[in-house]
């Protein structure tokens, strides 16, 4: 009975072609149908008379299941702040999601 072959990690980067490194988008393939991912939004509200100093991020993300997600982000400028993920079976609701969720914080005071 022979043992299984190990992989040297030295043996594995001679192994690889000389040039840039993989990109994340080249290492995980695209889901067909689906857009790319647009860029996260950032959106800050700063009120000096009531000590108020907001963050609010929204992204779009996709799930190795091929769900869409809505990621949003919010707490105090320079905080980690809090996080949370809806997943949506389709891409469109979670976009319309993310618009109508912008739309609101953008009429609460929230700016790019």
Do not use: H
């Amino acid at each position: 009975m022979s043992e299984p072959e190990q992989l040297d990690l030295l043996d594995w980067l001679a192994a690889r072609p000389s040039g840039p490194p993989p990109t994340a988008r080249e290492l995980v393939p695209a889901f067909a149908g689906q857009s790319p991912d647009p860029a996260p939004v950032f959106l800050t509200r700063v009120d000096p008379c009531c000590n108020m100093r907001r963050f609010y991020s929204l992204a779009l993300a996709i799930s190795l299941f091929g769900e869409c997600g809505v990621v949003r982000q919010w707490g105090r400028l320079g905080t980690e702040g809090q996080r949370r993920t809806e997943w949506y079976a389709v891409s469109s609701e979670a976009e319309s999601a993310l618009q109508a969720l912008l739309c609101t914080k953008r009429r609460r005071g929230y700016m790019p």
